[in-house]
């Protein structure tokens, strides 16, 4: 079964400064997708980058880029010129690519919060 | 396009009751997933459905069951309910299964007395 990490319960960041989230997983599998959603107060849950793991050159949107390590199963999240807005809960989630399942194995979350 | 509509948004029920949470999913989605999130477990899968049928099925009791309606709409069922099912219930759909991202709802937060 996958399992996926995220072994930094809170972080903090000051506005404008740059922030890394790290978030590693196990799997067998050598085709998958990961991505990092985020979860604000309101509880919605939003998409905020997707890496599909056959892709070598890592996702990029906007202020937000990961590092994508393969071999190392490793998959941060960076987030440039932070905003009091990104202050959320961060989710790390992996999904298989067999095209059989929809369902997402997430971590256990990453408290962000930004400070002025 | 809207996004994912769930009702109700808060739910309070009694222990051995039982309970109906609705999803609507983005038009033209087909596939819906259904997630329990709770501070002590985290983020749960419960099930999947796609094309009126369940196609993955997550490490629950059988008193959670869903549906699928044929306009992709989907119904969990949470029967004989515990304090331990008090959680925010999120749905997502995709594209498909298996493929395209997924979108979520805003929850339905169940609270269980």
């Known amino acids: 079964a996958q399992t996926v990490t995220q072994s930094q319960p809170e972080m903090s960041v000051q506005e404008a400064e740059t922030v890394t989230l790290s978030c590693t997983y196990d799997t067998s599998e050598s085709d998958y997708y990961l991505f990092w959603y985020k979860q604000p107060p309101s509880r919605q849950m939003i998409l905020v980058i997707r890496q599909e793991a056959y892709k070598q050159q890592n996702a990029t949107e906007n202020r937000f880029s990961v590092n994508f390590q393969k071999a190392a199963k490793s998959f941060s999240l960076k987030i440039s010129d932070s905003q009091l807005g990104d202050a959320a809960m961060y989710f790390c989630?992996?999904?298989?690519?067999?095209?059989?399942?929809?369902?997402?194995?997430f971590g256990t979350g990453t408290r962000l919060q930004v400070t002025l | 396009k809207a996004g994912v509509t769930q009702t109700p948004r808060y739910l309070i029920k009694t222990r051995g009751q039982q309970v109906t949470l609705s999803c609507s999913p983005i038009?033209?989605?087909?596939?819906v997933s259904w997630y329990q999130q709770t501070p002590g477990q985290g983020l749960q899968f419960l099930f999947e459905?796609?094309?009126?049928?369940?196609?993955n099925k997550g490490n629950f009791p059988g008193r959670f069951s869903g549906r699928q309606f044929s306009n992709s709409r989907s119904e969990m069922n949470v029967s004989t309910l515990e304090l331990g099912d008090s959680a925010l219930y999120l749905c997502a759909s995709s594209e498909g299964t298996g493929y395209g991202e997924q979108y979520f709802g805003p929850g339905t937060r169940l609270t269980v007395t």
């Open positions: 459905y796609f094309s009126e049928t369940q196609r």
């Open positions: 038009s033209g989605h087909r596939s």
């Open positions: 989630a992996y999904r298989t690519h067999t095209g059989t399942a929809s369902k997402l194995t």
